[in-house]
């Protein structure tokens, strides 16, 4: 079995910054993609960045494309998403997910694992 644990979530003003992590431990797995979701309330949970196993391909979500970084830790087992000029649409539970297939994926149901979710507010 593999935990996620992620953090860095809060509550930050329009146009502020917030760095989310999220650490993979458990049953060993290499060579598996990260990515970021979340789910604002009453809504499906969507894709925001997701992160090759090297690290050199990223994907983005068109809506946070330019604000948002998605990168990947030197142990490859902890992946950040650099939040920047946040918005109050950005509000929503974070989720960090694995994916163990091959090929990166932006669709949700393609991911194997997911940690419990860390709440980003912003307010207006």
């Known amino acids: 079995q593999v935990q996620l644990v992620e953090s860095g979530g809060g509550l930050v003003q329009a146009g502020g910054s917030l760095r989310l992590s999220c650490a993979a431990s458990g049953r060993t797995l290499s060579f598996y993609s990260m990515g970021w979701f979340r789910q604002a309330p009453g809504r499906e949970r969507e894709f925001v960045a997701a992160?090759?196993?090297?690290?050199?391909?990223?994907f983005y979500a068109d809506s946070v494309k330019g604000r948002f970084t998605i990168s990947r830790g030197n142990d490859k087992h902890t992946v950040y998403l650099q939040m920047n000029s946040l918005k109050p649409e950005d509000t929503a539970v974070y989720y960090c997910g694995v994916d163990t297939a091959w090929a990166t994926s932006t669709s949700y149901h393609a991911y194997d694992y997911w940690g419990q979710g860390t709440q980003v507010t912003v307010s207006s």
């Open positions: 992160i090759d196993w090297s690290g050199d391909s990223t």
